[in-house]
Nanobody
Framework: QVQLVESGGGLVQAGGSLRLSCAASGRTISDYDMGWFRQAPGKEREFVAA????????FYADSVKGRFTISRDNAENTVYLQMNRLKSEDTAVYYC???????????????????WGQGTQVTVSS
């Protein structure tokens, strides 16, 4: 079992930055590919970014490419999402997720991830 706890959300003005953290416990995250998803009010959950277990490969949704960066520190058992140049449409609850054998073809599918955090709210004011 892996427990995931997100933090770092908050209220920020458009154009600003936030860094989300996802702290894991129970097992080492080096066994898992890690992803970030988000869900805005009235919308379905959507993929944001993911990183392979080694950190060697990362994937991004087109909507955040060039603005967000996912990274991981396996020694600290933590995954990060650096979000720059935030837009009002980035407002959502952001969730961290862990899975195994995530591929380029499945990275955007939430059902392929086994463990989820409780989420952290990000609100971008325009």
């Amino acid at each position: 079992q892996v427990q995931l706890v997100e933090s770092g959300g908050g209220l920020v003005q458009a154009g600003g930055s936030l860094r989300l953290s996802c702290a894991a416990s129970g097992r080492t995250i080096s066994d898992y590919d890690m992803g970030w998803f988000r869900q805005a009010p009235g919308k379905e959950r959507e993929f944001v970014a993911a990183i392979s277990w080694s950190g060697g490969t990362s994937f991004y949704a087109d909507s955040v490419k060039g603005r967000f960066t996912i990274s991981r520190d396996n020694a600290e058992n933590t995954v990060y999402l650096q979000m720059n140049r935030l837009k009002s449409e980035d407002t959502a609850v952001y969730y961290c997720a862990a899975g195994v054998r995530i591929t380029q073809g499945t990275v955007r599918l939430g059902g392929k991830y086994d463990y989820w955090g409780q989420g952290t709210q990000v609100t971008v004011s325009s």
